[in-house]
């Protein structure tokens, strides 16, 4: 979920909160966007507003040891910070893991 006022910028640097870890983060694609209003998942664009709700895959500049939302809430989810702000941009669930 994209909590930032500002909209997504794939050139801006984000840091991804997981438990006690913190590592660089780069969204490396939209896959696909919720519309809130028919609840189909709709071919990603590139673009994140406030609110919007999107499947995305994440490249992370150090391993991470996590589980998928499913199995433990306190491992399977992750906040990404903002590095020029500071401010939470993002929180997320893990859905899928890839070695």
Request: include cysteine.
């Amino acid at each position: 979920c994209w909590l930032d006022t500002e909209p997504f910028a794939p050139q801006r640097k984000y840091l991804l909160k997981h438990t006690t870890r913190t590592v660089p983060a780069k969204v490396a694609e939209i896959e696909s966007r919720l519309d809130i209003h028919t609840l189909a998942q709709v071919a990603g664009g590139g673009v994140l507003n406030m609110n919007d709700i999107a499947r995305v895959s994440l490249n992370l500049a150090q391993p991470i040891v996590c589980d998928s939302f499913d199995a433990s809430a306190a491992t399977g989810a992750f906040i990404l910070i903002d590095t020029a702000s500071n401010q939470t941009a993002a929180a997320g669930m893990i859905r899928a893991i890839e070695a």
